[in-house]
């Protein structure tokens, strides 16, 4: 399977916690070079794990996910975003959520081979959206582990914190699950329809029955 080149922003990032990873060696300021080195090592794993799988990630999603790992720990916690913009740590759980919502529709459409008659499109959204409200949930645990093991404060006011955040989840990954709905209905939700037709289009030899029936575009 040929493998992608990274688009030029994941290079930059990388190069990015990667000086920031050395400079906190260097001051001593072992958080900072922790959190940068740990980040760093992230970036890498999106692809890595596509390819375990046998997956492609388009350079879209790939670079969708690497920045979102860049704000979550980097931004968020060595240059204090959370604490710098309010808004910071609300947009992030949206915007992951709707993505893992979106993407647990394609990977459940995956097991049905792209076939979209295989069950009711209400069925693969409600999974998708259990697959989205899922890793929500997980990243809550890496927060509440990452504080107590490291000394961090990711959860900031703790219970509350916890609560909001689940409750975004919720509602992104109820969006992105909608998203793979209307995709099975043929329409199109939130310009999500180009990144869903993305990646079956580099993942086709696992879509194979929708190759078949047609391409499943649509416009609303």
């Not at 492609?56 to 979102?68: D, E, K, M, R, S």
């Not at 860049?70 to 992951?96: I, K, M, N, P």
Request: hydrophobic residues 55%.
């Amino acid at each position: 399977m040929p493998t992608p080149h990274r688009p030029l922003v994941v290079w930059i990032i990388q190069a990015i916690l990667a000086v920031e990873a050395v400079v906190g060696v260097l001051a001593q300021s072992w958080t900072a070079a922790f959190v940068a080195l740990s980040t760093l090592t992230l970036t890498f794993l999106p692809q890595r794990f596509a390819r375990f799988f046998g997956i492609q990630l388009p350079g879209t999603i790939l670079a969708a996910t690497v920045i979102f790992i860049f704000a979550t720990l980097f931004l968020g916690e060595v240059a204090d975003f959370y604490q710098r913009f309010w808004w910071w740590d609300v947009a992030l759980h949206f915007l992951s959520a709707l993505s893992f919502g979106t993407m647990g529709f394609l990977l459940i459409f995956m097991l049905f081979e792209g076939d979209r008659y295989a069950a009711p499109p209400w069925a693969l959204a409600t999974l998708a959206f259990c697959v989205g409200l899922s890793i929500g949930a997980l990243w809550e645990i890496f927060e509440f582990a990452m504080d107590q093991l490291f000394g961090m404060n990711m959860q900031k006011s703790g219970l509350v914190d916890t609560m909001k955040d689940l409750i975004i989840d919720t509602l992104g990954a109820a969006l992105g699950a909608l998203a793979g709905f209307f995709y099975l209905k043929e329409r199109q939700i939130g310009g999500l329809g180009p990144m869903i037709d993305a990646f079956i289009t580099v993942n086709k030899r696992w879509y194979r029955k929708l190759r078949k029936s047609g391409s499943g575009k649509g416009e609303s």
